[in-house]
């Protein structure tokens, strides 16, 4: 049966001259020789400029007058026109999936000098895509009706700013958040850097309030806001934390701050404070990004309340980019507060004071504030095993792209906002968040539909034995096993068409549609003749 | 030194296995016991309660008809057993547990009980002569070095292993290899122990035998096959049966990439093809069968020599896997069968698994 | 409403296409906005495409950014405006009146197939400013192997039928496509959009204004543009890393903070680049003695760290106070301050400067006429945390990458979908 549906398959073969770029580079019309007689094909041609309006229209045309069932172009690269091509076999009549380019350009024509070397490439190459493209099947792109409906996990900064920029009167926005209050560690801070202003309060009047019974609901995408922890100083011997008395963490002395009195254990004023960087820093392997400058509002907040205390801070690096960073560290040393650069601080009680042995030199303070590392909450695991998002660097949830993709993650619809994704400061946690909410707002539009992505993965259930190896490689959560059936399948919609289940599967039950085994096989058999 | 539990064998080790067989039913630690039984056209696995039956179990059958990983494959592919108590020969052990990497066996409730062995006869022989058994032998079991349990040979799954070889004529040494191993053994209230040393020694002077053998042996077969010329000369008698792929306890695919339209091309693209080559050979899938199944599974190949013995033809079809087998192990340090945990190479994906191929 | 003001609320205007404005105009295209993308280079990314890779995955920068702008190309909804400038802007949130002025590039976008034939019998050669004046270009170029849009453009200021009237014809006697018109003029385009978006990006400050670098591009001191386009295997040297006289550095120093009192903030992303550099001199030399000059590691962020262990040990750490470079013999002599006072020196074959990053040229005259303010250090925006950091002042006029200040890729990414969200928002 597939025997004869083969033979009836009508390819027709175009070769672009690209202007001097093809034509001067090889022989095409050796080339139309080469194939003319191959199995299938109908019709060979060559053409000087397939991308223009007149070629588009000629291929066009061809199509129609041929009955052309498949179309193999021999042209530029597929990333400069495949786009073009496909889109003349829909002006044609003929699904776009039918069509394979050969780069004849930039594969052959603009790497070889020799024209007899790169005419031997392009033969092979057109002959390659014509073996190939009549094993193609026509694919379909889906539309599915999309929820516009968001889930924004945490109530947080991260959370409020995405819940703020999505609500809309057709949008519903969920805003879980586990405590009782909304605010998160940005809440638990009198005063913000660099500007030293309060925190916009208003945030927690306008959203709206947690419902207090277990509800379930349909979203269309999610926002994970969870936040992130601070590592446990009293892990590390050297800082004394939980045991020399009066060595407080950075949130402890916010905390005394918000209720108004900064003190020791004896509930008198400290004359003398040590600010120590880096806390946790070699344990966790990263820099934190906050901490130097949280010092140093905090030594603001010490001078501002305890004026003609004496201020330390004991750091490895300094990390203070940007615009403004280093004029608030400046005005700060310029009031008076010292910076001490230091590989290593150890802590030791001293006559009801704090030593602090700093590279071998010692200073002595009434009090010692920590500043801990960032480290990925504990909820993290949770998160990551319930949505599918991998943890990596530093336990946190990974993003996309570090660089091009910081708010969306591999798994389709959920996104990233805040410190879940790795320490950051309050300003950038608001960009992430309505970075979140912009990608949300232009991708989830009420009533419209979603296109998906129509060259997938698919994995026959008669071949398929449930080794569940295609799910260990999916990197988009895509793959599902039915524990009824024994057997994987590929959610069409989650799949980007990457192809590692179609490699991985070990009994060739997992094909990518565009790249069934027999396509591959076809190609390969010319191109390594 | 670990310690072995004495049982008497005076009517020699099969007997002697069969009766702690009868004692683990009788007194309902499994619900039914895995082991191969003297029938009249051979042996054969059986899955029986019936202790009677066990009188004509046979824990070392001179010929494996079936691999016992096969046997698990088909009992346990839809789900858990009850619990039953497994008699398999090393091989048959590792084999099922590489088979439950793959989701194709449940081991769960299964307990294994390993023996000492000295190899099978190739099935053409014991059918000229059953006589033969005893005195002829597979060729990959000559060689073989993973017969026992002794050091680097260890294999998670084993719970007891019924120790012969070096041990007192008229006794089995039952060695626990594992916590449930150890307490089933404790449940059946056997009171006289011994060192294990001497059987020990036994096994580490065979397999030191064996292992050179090996080496030897497999570099002759390595000559063979090293060109392309001398892989077609050595499968040029191979008939296509697909023999060797049936009996394979690790070839478990539903559908066999050499049974697929994949390589069946048009009449026009081998002509071409005879036409751009000069010539081309008809049938031209032999050596991509074999070829594609040594890619596909000689990560798991555990050597046990059954695709060998099936070969109509007498290709050493065995010996040239396990040459294969034992370098793309050695690549990934893989030691198929040996723990559950370890994952199959080329079949995880990690994060980070990147950085750890650039780095090497 | 009115049906321009509703086709305005359908047009958005990106001024910028760097890395951000490809983003935010993509985001906004998804969300079936038309945006008018406004680029004053004749070829568009920004900085990003002069770098070969970029840290801390080493990634390529141009397989990174080119799928990016191969969709801006490809998408119907967005309309790339090379050689624009935005001139006015009038109106409010929802409403604006925009001029731009399009300067003409004298080749026709839709007959040019970037074939390059016109180059050669071009008779005006000029420094290839996009090269760093490391290479050369004709007064008709494109500025690099892979730029996009691929088609060449004529420079007025260097072309002899523009300077001195001569009537030359040779780049359109070899152009098979007749895709050259002289008869092209500069254009006054103009827009009413709903909304605009900044993302003008920021330039590298010049270290000839500091003279105690030493640096007057003849001497062995280069700046990290020019170290970027000679790793480039698109740059002028494909990608070896020679001196001036064109031999191989035995040793060579990176100096951070070049330029960091004078502007009085951190760059942000010197000390990552500095470590980018190890990697890059040590893969085309592997036997070159590498010194890194720094005062602190700024290298904030769960990856970013980790980048730096991986290769510290490829070069000597010194932490300095002051430096000021002098040149000695052909050598580059670097005199400086450790931390501890005292002077020492040292010699080597290349020294590399990283300069602060610094407001874009024309930063100052676009803030006028977007009419909004810029801060003292000449970035747009505020710094304060009780405003998201998008907002301009103005309203409809949103900010993102580094016309905010000196920041990385993923902070300008972020940034950019920000501000299409807040105009999706706006606009609805």
Not at chain 3, 275 to 291: G, M, R, V
Request: charged residues 25%; aromatic residues 6%; hydrophobic residues 35%.
């Amino acid at each position: 049966m597939e025997k004869r549906h083969i033979m009836d398959r009508k390819i027709g073969v175009y070769v672009c001259e690209c202007g001097p770029n093809i034509a001067d580079a090889l022989d095409i019309d050796r080339v139309i020789e080469a194939v003319s007689g191959m199995e299938n094909v109908a019709v060979v041609e060559r053409y000087k400029l397939m991308c223009s309006p007149d070629g588009k229209k000629y291929l066009a045309e061809q199509i129609k007058e041929h009955g052309l069932t498949h179309l193999v172009v021999g042209a530029c690269s597929p990333k400069q026109h495949e786009a073009t091509f496909m889109a003349v076999c829909e002006e044609g009549g003929m699904n776009p999936f039918l069509m394979q380019m050969a780069n004849l350009r930039e594969q052959i024509a603009w790497i070889t000098p020799d024209k007899e070397k790169a005419t031997e490439r392009a033969i092979r190459h057109m002959k390659a895509a014509i073996r190939r493209v009549r094993y193609h099947a026509p694919l379909e792109k889906k539309e599915i009706e999309c929820n516009p409906d968001v889930l924004v996990i945490g109530g947080g900064i991260a959370g409020m700013s995405a819940a703020l920029l999505l609500s809309s009167p057709d949008r519903k926005v969920f805003l879980v958040e586990k405590n009782e209050e909304l605010g998160g560690m940005v809440s638990r801070c009198e005063k913000l850097f660099p500007d030293m202003v309060k925190f916009f309060g208003n945030f927690v009047v306008t959203v709206r309030e947690k419902e207090s019974e277990p509800r379930e609901f349909k979203v269309g995408a999610v926002v994970v806001a969870t936040g992130a922890d601070l590592f446990d100083p009293g892990a590390l011997a050297e800082y004394g934390y939980g045991k020399i008395k009066n060595v407080v963490t950075a949130s402890e002395l916010e905390e005394m701050n918000l209720k108004g009195k900064i003190a020791l254990e004896d509930g008198k004023e400290p004359k003398s404070v040590g600010i120590i960087h880096c806390v946790g820093r070699k344990e966790k392997g990263y820099c934190s990004e906050v901490c130097c400058r949280v010092g140093i509002k905090i030594s603001r907040y010490l001078k501002e309340k305890i004026p003609g205390a004496s201020v330390t801070q004991f750091y490895q690096d300094l990390c203070i980019p940007g615009s403004v960073a280093q004029a608030f560290y400046e005005e700060t040393r310029n009031a008076g507060v010292e910076f001490v650069c230091t590989e290593a601080v150890k802590l030791s009680e001293s006559d009801k004071k704090i030593q602090i042995d700093h590279d071998g030199k010692l200073a002595t303070v009434d009090m010692v504030v920590l500043l801990p590392a960032i480290e990925a909450a504990e909820s993290t695991s949770e998160i990551s095993e319930m949505l599918g998002v991998k943890k990596g660097k530093g336990e946190f949830l990974t993003e996309e792209h570090e660089k091009i993709g910081p708010v969306t993650t591999t798994v389709e619809g959920v996104f990233l906002a805040g410190t879940v994704s790795g320490p950051k400061t309050v300003r950038d946690t608001v960009s992430q968040s309505e970075a979140a909410a912009g990608k949300i707002l232009s991708s989830l539009v009420p009533g419209r539909k979603l296109e998906t992505e129509a060259r997938t993965s698919k994995i026959s259930e008669s071949l398929c034995t449930g080794c569940r190896t295609c799910l260990t490689v999916c990197c988009y959560s895509a793959i599902e096993y039915d524990e009824s059936r024994g057997i994987c399948t590929v959610n069409e919609v989650l799949c980007k068409g990457c192809g590692n289940c179609a490699a991985a599967c070990p009994s060739g039950a997992a094909t990518h549609q565009q790249f069934t085994q027999i396509q591959i096989h076809r190609e390969m058999m010319e191109v390594l003749r | 030194m670990k310690e072995g539990y004495v049982i008497k064998a005076t009517e020699g080790a099969s007997k002697a296995v069969a009766e702690l067989l009868k004692s683990l039913l009788e007194k309902n630690i499994f619900e039914a016991v895995l082991v191969p039984v003297r029938t009249n056209e051979g042996y054969n696995y059986v899955l029986t309660e019936n202790t009677d039956l066990l009188n004509k179990a046979e824990i070392m059958p001179p010929v494996m008809s079936v691999q016992g990983g096969k046997v698990l494959q088909a009992l346990t592919r839809h789900g858990k057993s009850g619990k039953i108590a497994a008699v398999m020969r090393m091989c048959e052990i590792r084999a099922a547990v590489e088979l439950s990497k793959l989701e194709q066996t449940d081991l769960e409730n299964v307990f294994f009980i390993s023996v000492d062995c000295n190899g099978v006869i190739p099935l053409s022989d014991y059918l000229e002569d059953p006589s033969n058994a005893g005195k002829k032998f597979r060729p990959l079991c000559k060689i073989c070095t993973s017969f026992s349990v002794v050091g680097d040979e260890e294999v998670e799954a084993v719970d007891i292993h019924a120790a012969t070889m070096g041990v007192d004529k008229g006794q089995v040494l039952l060695i626990p290899m594992s916590p449930d191993g150890e307490e089933t053994l404790e449940k059946l209230g056997i009171d006289e122990k011994q060192d294990t040393g001497n059987w020990v020694k036994e096994i580490e002077k065979l397999r030191k035998q064996r292992i050179a053998a090996r080496e030897k042996a497999l570099a002759e077969i390595k000559e063979t096959v090293k060109t392309l010329n001398g892989l077609l000369e050595v499968f040029s008698r191979c008939i296509e049966c697909h023999n060797c792929r049936s009996v394979c306890p690790i070839c478990y695919c539903r559908l066999c990439f050499s049974d697929k339209e994949t390589f069946r091309e048009t009449g026009g693209e081998y002509l071409d093809r005879a036409q751009a080559q000069g010539v081309m050979k008809c049938t031209d899938e032999l050596l991509q069968f074999h070829l594609g199944r040594m890619s596909h599974m000689s990560l798991s190949c555990v050597s046990c020599g059954m695709c060998e013995d099936a070969c109509p033809v007498d290709i050493p079809v065995g010996q040239i896997f396990s040459v294969v087998a034992e370098q793309s192990q050695a690549i990934f340090d893989y030691v198929p069968g040996k723990s559950s945990d370890e994952a199959q190479p080329l079949r995880t994906f990690e994060l980070d698994e990147l950085t750890e191929v650039e780095d090497k | 409403m009115t049906e321009k003001k509703q086709k305005a609320k359908d047009q958005v205007l990106v001024v910028g296409a760097g890395m951000a404005g490809i983003e935010a105009s993509l985001t906004l295209a998804a969300a079936d906005k038309k945006v008018y993308l406004v680029e004053k280079e004749p070829l568009f990314g920004g900085k990003v495409i002069k770098f070969e890779e970029v840290f801390a995955n080493m990634e390529c920068s141009t397989c990174m950014a080119a799928p990016k702008q191969q969709e801006v190309l490809q998408n119907e909804k967005i309309e790339l405006l090379t050689l624009s400038k935005v001139k006015e802007i009038q109106g409010e949130a929802g409403n604006f009146t925009v001029k731009i002025e399009k300067k003409a590039r004298y080749v026709s976008l839709e007959d040019c197939i970037g074939c390059n034939e016109c180059f050669e019998p071009c008779p005006v050669s000029l420094p290839n400013g996009f090269e760093e004046n490391l290479g050369e270009r004709k007064a008709i170029y494109i500025p690099c192997p892979g730029a996009l849009p691929n088609a060449p453009s004529i420079d007025t200021e260097n072309c002899l039928r523009f300077t001195k009237g001569k009537d030359c014809q040779l780049c359109k006697e070899a152009c098979m496509f007749d895709a050259i018109d002289f008869d092209q003029k500069d254009e006054e385009v103009k827009l009413n959009v709903g909304a605009i978006i900044v993302a003008t990006g920021f330039d590298l400050m010049d270290p000839k204004q500091i003279s105690d670098f030493g640096y007057d591009g003849e001497a062995n001191v280069y700046t990290a543009l020019e170290i970027e386009r000679l790793y480039a295997s698109n740059g002028p040297t494909e990608g070896k890393i020679t001196l001036r006289n064109g031999k191989e550095p035995a040793s060579a120093a990176m100096i951070h903070c070049v330029g960091r009192k004078k502007v009085g903030y951190c760059s942000a992303v010197c000390c990552m680049y500095n470590f980018k550099f190890i990697h890059y001199l040590k893969e085309k030399l592997p036997e070159i003695t590498l010194y890194d000059f720094y005062s602190d590691l700024c290298m904030p962020g769960k990856s970013y760290q980790p980048f730096y262990e991986h290769l510290k040990d490829k070069a000597e750490s010194i932490r300095f106070q002051d430096l000021k470079i002098a040149h000695q013999n052909g050598q580059v002599r670097l005199n400086y301050k450790s931390l501890e006072d005292r002077d020492k020196k040292l010699d080597v074959d290349m020294a590399i400067l990283a300069p602060a990053v610094v407001p874009a040229e024309g930063a100052s005259e676009l803030a006028r006429i977007l009419g909004i303010e810029q801060a003292e250090n000449g970035f747009f925006g505020f710094q304060s945390s009780d405003r998201s950091p998008g907002e301009s002042g103005r309203e409809g006029i949103y900010l993102a990458g580094c016309v905010l200040g000196p920041e990385d890729i993923g902070k300008a990414i972020a940034q950019a979908d920000a501000a299409a969200g807040k105009v999706l928002a706006l606009l609805g």
